[in-house]
């Protein structure tokens, strides 16, 4: 039994929920609400996964967490396409591309999305009762970064810093995909990680990232990504609110 948990318009959980529908993996759905009632936030929940946050993947009683962990984990123990390439020097590479999408992509984007999404999301609570919700996080690094941020907010220079850093992932991936149609070469893990930041960008705006014609190979990367039927149906999942 593999139980995914998720929400419809999470990057990590389409990360997941990509790597399911290429693998033709059968999975059950529980949807999480992170938005209004931040069922992340719930005690069963962070028992399942402390950070608390989505997506995490439940394989016959065992957890696991972290999406790039879960897409990795999904690969190993399944049937289906091989999305690791072969040769070691390769899957070193495709690990450390996963890094960077994780750490220097999400890590951007999660502080660019915090004006733009997250503050209107919270908008109707107290500050108290933000606060009292950061503190059920469970991971202190996070629960620290989002205690800074209530405190501070997030100044338009570290937003130019942050769409600086995206701007430097996206000139390695067209130098990458010089001569090939994906970044390893075959299609892989990698792909995968990054496709769901690629339409996070053009969601949150950021035109001069999401405007392509300073990077044709990448351009060309992200049609065919949004072409592939296993993409398709990831961002085909429905809000169950709407
Ligand atoms: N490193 C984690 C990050 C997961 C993450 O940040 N998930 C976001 C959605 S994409 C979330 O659950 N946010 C809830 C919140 O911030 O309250 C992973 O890759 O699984």
């Known amino acids: 039994m593999l139980t995914l948990y998720h929400f419809w318009s999470s990057t990590c959980s389409r990360r997941v929920r990509i790597c399911l529908a290429e693998k033709a993996i ?9 938005t ?13 996964n402390p950070n608390g946050v989505v997506p995490a993947l439940e394989h016959d009683g065992n957890v696991v967490i972290e999406s790039n962990v879960i897409i990795q984990y999904l690969d190993d ?6 999305l690791t390439p072969e040769d070691p020097l390769k899957r070193a590479k495709m690990r450390e591309m996963l890094d960077k999408f994780e750490h220097v992509v999400h890590a951007n984007i999660n502080l660019i999305s915090y004006n733009r999404r997250h503050v209107p999301r919270v908008s109707h609570l107290s500050e108290g009762a933000q606060r009292d919700l950061i503190l059920r996080i469970g991971n ?17 220079e570290a937003e130019v810093r942050a769409e600086a ?38 969601a949150n705006g950021l035109d001069r990232l999401a405007d392509f014609s300073a990077r044709p190979r990448l351009g060309a990367w992200w049609q065919n990504m949004q072409a592939r ?12 609110d709407a």
Do not use: C
């Open 229 to 240: 039927a296993g993409v398709i149906e990831a961002f085909a999942f429905p809000n169950p």
């Open 36 to 48: 209004k009632k931040m069922e992340n936030l719930e005690p069963w929940y962070l028992a399942l």
């Open 77 to 82: 123990a399944f049937a289906g396409a091989s």
């Open 165 to 202: 850093r995206l701007a430097d992932i996206l000139d390695e991936m067209e130098v990458m995909l010089e001569g090939r149609d994906w970044l390893l070469g075959a299609f892989s893990l990698a792909d995968i990680s990054i496709a769901p930041f690629l339409e996070r960008m053009e």
């Open 140 to 156: 202190p690094d996070r629960r620290q970064r989002m205690l800074e941020r209530l405190a501070a907010g997030v100044s338009a």
């Open 26 to 34: 059968e999975w059950q759905s529980h949807h999480i609400d992170i």
